[in-house]
């Protein structure tokens, strides 16, 4: 968190991989509005498609906005190489599909975003992979699920929607010395300026661009970044041949616009979301505060450890329970009841029957999401605005029972 660190990395946010020399002095990356691009003969075309020459084939493949996003994040995350998608589920579909054979294993946490839970619980068994779950909490408990079939080893952190924090340093040395599969971290709840998964062992980030790293709840992308090799054949296989979840270049410069005031807007987030978990742990009709920045969490020394601060989310259940919440919920006037996250205006939703729901109620219980549970995306506004539309909410939702 130290002064030098910011700079860095918002010099790098606002100036990574563009040079404006090449774009004839444009402050901002050219939007290259093209599906496909010209090859100067026959053989320069073949060259490009077989690798021996770089340059543009087709913008499902790469375009040079895309480009320089990809870049500019794997710069931040310190990575070899980068490939944005047209969203964070094409991110994680493209993974999944390029590593996992009929045969192989995916070990995954207890805790998923409900459509990556969905991918790999109830479709890649379909298909012949075999899926195993975890309490990724409990590193001990890992070694048991891990062996020579292993392939992947999927896993947020925090965890959507409960914000259980892993120990990302102790999984990866752990899945690499018991079974040949690549780590893969789901960072979206950090983005690259709260943690850095590489630099702890992980050989694979993805992150839902649409959130955080965008900012401006105006486009839907992903990413995903790691080493040269591996990031190509994902490139060639799971984006251009398996999912076709390319990103087009409008979406790409808006990501690189919000790229820019990304650590200024988390530094607003997370503190304010501490203020509001902090004022929810002492207010009396909650029960329980999910926020790793509490010391009351448990795994509140890993995340001083590892993230830079504890971030933006937030979830929390009442103690009057699920009808609560949802008078709660509907009391809100400044929060607004929507899906998603990391936006500048304040979220709030109900896991068990949006996001989540993608869980049968029998998995919700097994995986840790209380049907209860209420979520909130801590935006831009005043904190102390915010507090107040809670402060009320929490009031409206607990005065209906006693009437
Ligand atoms: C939500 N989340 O939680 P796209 N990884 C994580 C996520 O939270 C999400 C994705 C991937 C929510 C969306 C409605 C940790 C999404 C998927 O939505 O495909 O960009 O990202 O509210």
């Not at 975003?113 to 109830?122: I, M, P, R, S």
């Not at 984006?239 to 390319?246: Q, S």
């Not at 616009?257 to 004022?279: N, P, V, Y």
């Not at 909130?376 to 005043?382: K, N, R, V």
């Amino acid at each position: 968190m130290n002064a030098s660190a910011l700079e860095d990395f918002s010099t790098r946010a606002i100036h990574g991989a563009y040079d404006r020399a090449g774009h004839q002095g444009a402050l901002n990356p050219p939007i290259y509005w093209s599906s496909t691009f010209a090859f100067d003969s026959a053989a320069q075309g073949a060259a490009r498609f077989s690798g021996e020459a770089a340059g543009m084939i087709y913008t499902r493949v790469t375009n040079p906005t895309v480009q320089t996003l990809e870049a500019r994040l794997a710069e931040l995350e310190g990575a070899e190489a980068g490939l944005a998608f047209g969203s964070g589920m094409g991110a994680i579909a493209s993974l999944v599909w390029t590593l996992l054979r009929p045969g192989d294993e995916l070990l995954v946490d207890l805790t998923l975003y409900g459509c990556t839970h969905a991918l790999a619980n109830h479709v890649l068994p379909q298909f012949g992979i075999a899926v195993r779950t975890a309490d990724f909490t409990r590193p001990e408990t890992l070694a048991e699920q891990l062996g020579d079939r292993t392939r992947l080893v999927l896993f947020e952190t925090p965890a959507n929607p409960n914000m259980r924090v892993i120990d990302i340093e102790a999984v990866a040395a752990l899945a690499h010395r018991l079974s040949p599969a690549l780590v893969a971290v789901d960072s979206t709840y950090c983005t690259p300026y709260l943690q850095q998964p590489l630099a702890l062992g992980a050989d694979v980030v993805v992150h839902s661009l649409t959130k955080y790293i965008n900012g401006h709840g105006d486009v839907i992308a992903g990413a995903l970044l790691g080493r040269e090799v591996l990031v190509q054949q994902i490139r060639m296989q799971g984006l251009k041949e398996l999912t076709g979840a390319c990103l087009s270049p409008m979406d790409a410069f808006l990501v690189l616009r919000g790229l820019k005031t990304l650590a200024l807007r988390m530094d607003r987030h997370c503190q304010s979301a501490q203020r509001i978990a902090e004022r929810l742990a002492a207010h009396p009709a909650v029960a329980q505060v999910h926020y790793p920045g509490l010391d009351s969490h448990p795994q509140h020394a890993i995340c001083r450890r590892q993230m830079r601060q504890p971030g933006g989310m937030l979830s929390f259940e009442l103690k009057d329970g699920l009808e609560a919440g949802i008078r709660f919920i509907d009391a809100l006037r400044l929060f607004t009841r929507a899906v998603s996250l990391g936006d500048a205006e304040s979220l709030a939703q109900h896991p068990a029957s949006m996001t989540h729901s993608t869980y049968t109620p029998e998995e919700r219980i097994a995986h840790q999401i209380a049907e209860g549970l209420i979520r909130l995306s801590i935006g831009l506004e005043d904190a102390d605005a915010l507090w107040e539309d809670l402060d009320r909410a929490l009031a409206a939702g607990a005065a209906r029972l006693t009437t």
